[in-house]
Every structure is written in structure tokens, then in C-alpha cells.
């Protein structure tokens, strides 16, 4: 009888390890796989886990061409689905709360290449420091 015990107490510790040891192996594949895609692609989502592409869907924009886009569009989208979705007005905190991220997301991508195309333009330009002269 013993040894029925011991069998099942292994058998059970086994599968309890197996089973853990899968789901493991499961997260650690997903975040490898998340690791290559930012390094490769870029940042892909922010902090808050949108897209770019899911950002323009929201406040239906055209996504950022090569740094170009009307913010001045972004925020006008931004302030009418904003102010449609306000709770006092039997609106949705959760829809305001993604419009904002949204609106955030794109403001980041449009900072990130203005970003860049002043980095290009420096390096194409050469640098040339402001020198100040005490008289």
C-alpha cells in the first residue's frame, strides 16, 4: 500500500512540474518573440500597449507619413471624441481614457521623427556650435 502512495505522490509531482514547466516555456517564447519584433521593428507599442496603426483607427487619422501629419487635425479628432465620451454626459471613461492614449501615441511617433529628420538635417549640415563672445 505503501508504494501505491509513493507512486501517486510522483505521478502527481510530475504532472504539477510538467505542467508549470509548459507554461514557462509559453511566456518565455512570447516575451523572445516581443523582444525581436522591437528590436527589429522598432518601438511597435508604448507603455500603454497601443500601436500606431490602432492609435490612427481610434481617432481616424491618417497615420504619420515620414514625420509629416496635422496635429492640428489629431487634436481637433481628439477634442470632439473627448468631450462626445465624457462620463457627466453618459459617456465612456474607458473610450476617453483610449482616445487619450491614442492621441498620445501619435503625438510620440510625430516627436520621435521630427526627432530624427533633426538628427539627418545636423548630420548633413555638419555641426556648427553658437559661440558666444564676452565683449
Not at 90 to 112: D, H, N, P, T
Amino acid at each position: 500500500m505503501a508504494h501505491r502512495l509513493v507512486t501517486q505522490v510522483i505521478v502527481t509531482g510530475a504532472r504539477v512540474f510538467g505542467r508549470a514547466f509548459a507554461e514557462a516555456y509559453k511566456q518565455a517564447q512570447a516575451s523572445g518573440k516581443y523582444a525581436a519584433q522591437k528590436k527589429n521593428g522598432g518601438s511597435a507599442f508604448s507603455s500603454s500597449g497601443l500601436s500606431l496603426d490602432e492609435a490612427c483607427k481610434i481617432l481616424n487619422v491618417k497615420p504619420p507619413g515620414a514625420g509629416e501629419t496635422s496635429l492640428e487635425h489629431v487634436m481637433e479628432r481628439f477634442k470632439k471624441l473627448f468631450d462626445i465620451n465624457d462620463p457627466k454626459q453618459g459617456g465612456s471613461f474607458y473610450l476617453q481614457s483610449k482616445i487619450l492614449r491614442a492621441r498620445e501615441r501619435i503625438e510620440m511617433e510625430v516627436r520621435e521623427a521630427e526627432r530624427k529628420a533633426a538628427m539627418e538635417k545636423e548630420l548633413r549640415e555638419g555641426w556648427n556650435p553658437k559661440v558666444y563672445k564676452d565683449r
